[in-house]
């Protein structure tokens, strides 16, 4: 077999490590979200798994003082409302029919769609 040069092995290295770096930023961006698999929707409540993920993205825009179109998710009756008729899961699904939440921003991640849905199937209860 051919010796290897010094040189090209230096820059194979370089190269290696180059793309090893590559391939970790891309694990985080291309996968923000866990895989399907990985997603915990065992223990699913209101106040440990819903909260946490409409006030990380909704609360911008729907507390009690801002309330875009009218509408309130930083207490249960508010949430429980959207719930109810469906408007809920609609627009995080981006739906056809409603206005994709949260607006101008990228969809939630499937994990939180799935313990949103989890919750509705539930009941939606204030637990
Ligand atoms: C940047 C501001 C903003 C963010 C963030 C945001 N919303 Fe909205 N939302 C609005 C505005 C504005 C409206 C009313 C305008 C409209 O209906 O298109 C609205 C309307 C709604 C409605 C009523 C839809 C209907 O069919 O009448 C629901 C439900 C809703 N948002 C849920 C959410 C949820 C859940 C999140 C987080 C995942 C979220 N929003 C994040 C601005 C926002």
Known sequence: MAQIRPVYKVMLGLL???AAACTDDNAEDLMPQPARQQCDTSAI???GSVVPI???NCYGCHTASIAEGGVVLDEYEGVK???DHGHLIGVITHTPGFPPMPQGAPK???CDIEK???WL???APDN
């Open 16 to 18: 290696i490590s180059v």
């Open 45 to 47: 409540t209101f106040s």
């Open 54 to 56: 409409l006030a990380t």
């Open 81 to 83: 409302e959207e719930a």
């Open 108 to 110: 939630l991640t499937d």
């Open 116 to 118: 949103i849905r989890k």
């Open 121 to 123: 199937e539930a009941g």
